[in-house]
């Protein structure tokens, strides 16, 4: 039982051990890994670009229902732009594919005084120019579980609605790209990093500017410059500008007034889009805490060369401008959310580690302590511990030690002397003779006296010494005696 015990504490010890190196080389790479549970819902909302508190219309809009009207218009809004994030096929432990369907909602705005809130129509009901829906699209990509990066198998942006009968990428454009864009990669580093623009298609550098603390997690602060780009080049489905990116008015409609104008001139202009984007990332999980973005949409006339009159080449008008702040909520969620992820890996590369290793020194301490008792008590035994081994008699034979080979080649047995009793036992394989007392006895005829007849021994009586032959070889005789080969048995009244 000792045995068992000490080698199942061995046992137990090693494979603790063992386990506490697994932990770090096995179980942490799989925990440093894109979920595949991922489902993020984000919210942000304009908010003023100078702080300023109690502006309920921070931004401003282009009026899609004044392409009607007489002069192009716009409008002061607050606008929610909301997106949700999720994985969805294909994805598997090397890749993960994140969908993320985006919209930007006008909540109300501002026009001529009048305060009004859109509405928005139901999926399938014809939209007007006047629709809450300001804008929407269906962004997925794969990345690679482990780093976070596009690894290209799915890049493509739908702009529009999926026609009935049809599929997605039947309204989706190919957008490659390889930078980060809903989550970054694992142990963030101060320096720079690609982050892909969504609304001008392109990659942009990330530049680390410096550490805030939000909700008690410490984030990197990231700093993107998105170049001013014309959104009338970005590819389509059908191959044509997207929708509201070109637009050709006469000059009396854009307010385009000065020399080398006329208010009848047909004037073209191209939406261009330029951006400034701040996010602040968990370094350890890569997650996203937080995030605030400056937009600015306009037209201007795409030819800036010396031929256009110099008012066309100035002019510009918002098309949506403004400041979209993330939610306070949608910052808690992602805090807690990376919290989470911090104690899962801390857990798995410090805590489990750590306690495993210390079971596992235990175990092994008690296995050490066990076998030294062991070893201890074994040489410290006294002689009552000692088991004994009971020598057999004189003439006995232990019971696994075959008779002497004399007993067994000798002609003579003792129980066949007349007058021996016929009950027989045996110590091992000795037979011995159990005499009985009832029967007769016989007397052999001797001529030996009795031995209160014999004389007495005369002590000054010379001695006769009996010369002994080294050569002879002994042996028992016929009668049970030991004799000399050469010597004849001694006969009746004789001494030897």
Not at 120 to 141: F, S, Y
Not at 311 to 340: C, D, H, I, N, Y
Not at 442 to 457: C, I, K
Request: glycine residues 8%; contains cysteine; negative net charge.
């Amino acid at each position: 039982m000792k045995r068992f015990v000490l080698g199942a504490l061995a046992f137990l010890g090693f494979a603790c051990l063992t386990a506490a190196v697994g932990t770090k080389l096995f179980l942490v790479p799989q925990l440093r890994v894109v979920p595949l549970d991922l489902d993020i819902t984000s919210v942000a909302t304009t908010v003023p670009a100078d702080g300023q508190a109690g502006n309920r219309f921070p931004a401003t809009i282009f009026d899609r229902c004044s392409i009607r009207g007489k002069e192009a218009k716009t409008l002061q809004a607050h606008l929610t732009q909301q997106r949700r994030s999720r994985i969805v096929e294909p994805s598997d432990r090397r890749q993960a594919t994140v969908q993320s369907a985006q919209t930007v909602r006008i909540d109300r705005i501002r026009a001529d005084g009048k305060e009004s809130d859109p509405t928005m129509a139901k999926g399938g009901e014809e939209r007007t120019c006047g629709d809450a829906l300001l804008n929407a699209t269906i962004d997925r990509v794969s990345v690679n579980r482990r780093t976070s990066v596009p690894n290209g198998a799915v890049n493509s942006i739908q702009t529009e609605a999926t026609p009935d009968g049809g599929k997605p990428g039947d309204v989706s454009v190919v957008a490659k790209r390889e930078g980060f864009q809903y989550k970054f990669g694992f142990n963030v580093k101060k320096r720079d990093y690609l982050y892909y623009d969504l609304t001008t298609r392109q990659d942009t550098r990330a530049k680390f500017v410096d550490e805030k603390t939000i909700d008690g997690v410490k984030t990197y602060h990231f700093v993107t410059e998105v170049p001013e780009t014309d959104l009338s080049t970005l590819e389509t489905p059908q191959g044509n500008a997207a929708l509201g990116t070109m637009l050709t008015m006469p000059a009396r409609w854009w307010g385009i007034s000065g020399k080398g104008v006329k208010p009848g001139d047909k004037i073209a202009m191209h939406r261009y889009a330029s951006s400034t984007r701040h996010v602040w990332v968990e370094p350890k999980t890569g997650t996203i805490v937080d995030g605030r973005e400056d937009q600015k949409q306009y037209f201007k006339s795409p030819d800036q060369t010396e031929d256009v009159p110099g008012p066309v080449r100035e002019f510009t008008m918002p098309a949506l401008q403004g400041t979209f702040q993330w939610s306070p909520e949608t910052s808690k969620e992602q805090a807690a959310r990376a919290q989470k992820y911090m104690n899962q890996l801390r857990f798995g590369q410090d805590l489990l580690p750590l306690i495993l290793g210390g079971v596992g020194a235990v175990l092994l301490l008690l296995w050490a302590l066990g076998t030294y008792l062991t070893r201890g008590s074994k040489k410290d035994a006294g002689p009552d511990d000692t088991p004994t081994t009971v020598e057999p008699a004189m003439g006995e034979v232990p019971d696994d030690r075959p008779a002497p080979a004399w007993r067994e080649e000798s002609p003579w047995r003792p129980e066949e002397a007349p007058g021996a009793s016929t009950g027989v036992t045996t110590t091992g394989s000795v037979p011995i003779i159990v005499a009985d007392p009832a029967a007769p006895t016989t007397q052999f005829p001797s001529t030996y006296p009795p031995l209160g007849d014999q004389p007495p021994v005369d002590p000054n009586a010379p001695t006769t010494a009996v010369p002994v032959d080294d050569e002879a070889h002994w042996h028992y005789n016929q009668h049970g005696q030991y004799v000399a080969d050469h010597e004849d048995p001694p006969q009746p009244g004789e001494g030897r």
